[in-house]
């Protein structure tokens, strides 16, 4: 049996206001040129605890920390 995917539509996540997320930067260059989706804002922090399990990591790293408005 094979599967097509291509001919299915994409499944959009769908955010509530105030819910966050954190994904490590992995961007050339500068962080401060992230720009975030519209109707969430960004900030980026750089740390060495992750932070969304709390665990500490091997060395630092720059997160950008998203929250929707």
Known sequence: M???TASRPRMAAIYSPGTVRARRWHGDG???GYRPPS???A?????DI???TGRALARAAWWI???KE
């Open 39 to 41: 109707a969430w804002t």
């Open 2 to 4: 094979t599967r097509t």
């Open 50 to 52: 992750h932070p969304i």
């Open 43 to 47: 900030r980026a922090d750089l740390t």
């Open 30 to 32: 500068d962080v401060r």
């Open 65 to 67: 920390i998203e929250t």
